[in-house]
């Protein structure tokens, strides 16, 4: 990996910094010594005071920022839900992705902001604040990890990143979601090759995958788009994919506010030279 210091654009460095101040007021309240309050929201996930307050100061900061850009989130009102299909340019947003991994304190959230722009991500930022690092990409630029945190609001070291290519002569980095079933992938299980298998929170997984460090993350469950838009973007930037799983094969790369739903597709996000293998299995499952 290159340690030299490519330019990020000046809106890319003002989301950052709204993102960094998210994930600053995330922390005040993870830090608390009280458990956080949980409510369940209409579809039984968690909401807490930070997933509110991390929602509200992004909401705030994007709007003053880009007035004439409305702003998506998780947390969004029932009018801007409504109203999001007219759309063709909007930031998304999850304020904080990873609730439970937040609530059992173990790290694995981040902060997720993107521009969307004809249902693509064209903008993307993901803090994870308690792991004092971020992620960014622009569309055309390479995917970036820089150091976050105290003391790391002045000169950057940027780091780029590149996801690595896979060979089928070497063990798959799988990864799988820390708070969500394994069933449903028990079909795919028997059918991979040699792999190790490891255990991650929110877009992290995503993450690990552009910077080199995993092979592959199977989807096979409901996730909400605010939960892919940004780390699709950096995967795609560092030469991953994230993509649409079919019955039998593998489908286009996730579009953005093209359906009623907000819900996204079964997917898989893989470095280069999964393809081949996702394709093979697919046509062998069950």
């Known amino acids: 990996m290159s340690h030299a210091a490519p330019i990020v654009s000046e809106l890319q460095q003002q989301v950052i910094d709204i993102a960094r101040r998210a994930g600053e007021e995330i922390m005040r309240i993870y830090v608390r010594d009280d458990a956080p309050a949980v409510s369940l929201k209409a579809d039984h996930t968690p909401l807490t005071e930070a997933d509110r307050s991390a929602h509200r100061l992004i909401h705030q900061a994007l709007s003053a920022l880009t007035p004439e850009v409305p ?3 998780e947390e969004s009102s029932a009018a801007e839900l409504a109203s999001r299909r007219q759309w063709s340019r909007f930031w998304m947003v999850d304020p904080l992705d990873g609730t439970k ?3 059992r304190r173990n790290g694995e959230f981040t902060v997720n902001i993107a521009l969307i ?6 903008l993307a930022v993901i803090e994870a604040p308690a792991l004092n690092v971020g992620y960014t990409a622009r569309s055309g630029a390479p995917a ?4 976050s945190g105290p ?11 590149q996801a690595r290519r896979w060979h089928e002569r070497t063990p798959l980095r799988l990864l799988e979601s820390r708070s969500h079933s ?4 028990g079909r795919w299980r028997r059918l991979l090759p040699e792999h190790s298998t490891r255990r991650l929170g929110s877009s992290l997984k995503s993450c690990e995958i552009a910077a080199g460090e995993a092979d592959l993350y199977l ?5 909400g788009e605010w939960d892919t838009a940004a780390a699709q973007l950096i995967l795609e930037c560092a030469g991953g994919a994230l993509v649409e799983v079919g019955e039998h094969s593998l489908g286009e790369a996730l579009g953005y506010n093209r359906r009623d739903s907000l819900i996204n597709p079964h997917f898989a996000a893989f470095a280069p030279g999964v393809a ?3 394709e093979a299995l697919l046509s062998r499952a069950d």
């Open 151 to 161: 003391g790391c609001a002045g000169a950057v070291r940027w780091e780029v990143l």
């Open 182 to 185: 394994r069933d449903p992938q």
């Open 71 to 73: 702003v998506l989130s």
């Open 144 to 147: 970036l990890r820089y150091p």
């Open 117 to 122: 722009e004809a249902h693509r991500s064209v």
């Open 101 to 103: 991994e937040f609530i």
């Open 276 to 278: 081949p293998l996702l």
């Open 219 to 223: 989807r096979l469950g409901p996730t």
